[in-house]
Structures are given as structure tokens and as C-alpha cells.
């Protein structure tokens, strides 16, 4: 009877242990798993620019997906361009404060 006890204990111990490792492995993959959700995601709403193409237009299936990744990549360049903020060097190199706060005439 003991052997039976044991044998459970050790299962239920690398159980534990296994459901402790795979939940430790999801927590440091998550940001992988959402990036590729995030990519299944886009590339499935934007499924019906190139059909509409091929269907409205009789576009090639090569030149529908080109015109695709041409639009992708000019919404890139304008999203990127209109949120850019560039750094302000003065603030950075301390002469901003040295100047502005700390000035006593």
C-alpha cells in the first residue's frame, strides 16, 4: 500500500511541475504569440482588398498582392511619419536645465 501512495505522490509531483514549466513557458512566449495573433489577425481583414482587385478590376493575382503591399507599406510610411517625435537635444543634454531653471538673474 505504500508503494501505491508514493507512486501517486511522485505522479502528482511531476504534474505540478509540468503545468508549472508549460505556464512559465506561455508567460515568456506571450509576447511572440501576440505579435503572430496580431499578424493572423491583419493579414485576415485585409484578405478582401486583393480579391476585390482580382474580381472588380480582373487584376492578376501577382499584381493584386503587389498593389496590397504597396498600400501596407505606404499606411507604414505615413503612420510612422505622423507619429514621430524626435528628441530635443537640449532638454537631453542638460542645458535646458542648467540654463532655464537654475538661472538666478
Known sequence: MT???AYDAQG???MVACVV????????AAHLV???LLGILVAYASLP???WLMQGFQLGKKLAIGLMLVLGGAVYLVTLFLLYEPPCPSIISGSWISTKVFSFS
Do not use: T
Open 3 to 5: 508503494d501505491r501512495s
Open 12 to 14: 502528482l509531483l511531476v
Open 21 to 28: 514549466i508549460i505556464s512559465w513557458g506561455i508567460s515568456q
Open 34 to 36: 501576440v505579435l503572430i
Open 49 to 51: 482588398f486583393p480579391e
